[in-house]
């Protein structure tokens, strides 16, 4: 079992930036891929960002690629989401997801077995 709480979420204006935290705690978080998504209003959960156990592998969707930064830091049982250049679009429940895989990475919101409950992320213009 896996405990995933997220922090960071907040209010921004476009242009801004924000990171995004996820704390794990449980069995060892480095036998887990990690995950991040969001949920808009009225919209399916979708995948943002992905990264494989070790961090040595990394995976974004188009829509923020080259603006989302997605790391780890196995020692503190910390998966990070750096988000810049934020635009009203980006605005969305964020929830982190942990799946208990060896290899790769995890894109699909039913390949996770682990969910935080979701940090409010919020972007004006």
């Known amino acids: 079992q896996v405990q995933l709480v997220e922090s960071g979420g907040g209010l921004v204006q476009a242009g801004g930036s924000l990171r995004l935290s996820c704390a794990a705690s449980g069995r060892t978080f480095s036998m887990y891929a990690m995950g991040w998504f969001r949920q808009a209003p009225g919209k399916e959960r979708e995948f943002v960002a992905a990264?494989?156990?070790?961090?040595?592998?990394?995976y974004y969707a188009d829509a923020v690629k080259g603006r989302f930064t997605i790391s780890r830091d196995n020692a503190k049982n910390t998966v990070y989401l750096q988000m810049n250049s934020l635009k009203t679009e980006d605005t969305a429940v964020y929830y982190c997801a942990a799946a208990n895989i060896v290899y790769g990475l995890r894109l699909r919101v039913d390949e996770y077995d682990y969910w935080g409950q979701g940090t409010q992320v919020t972007v004006s213009s």
């Open positions: 990264i494989s156990w070790s961090g040595g592998a990394s």
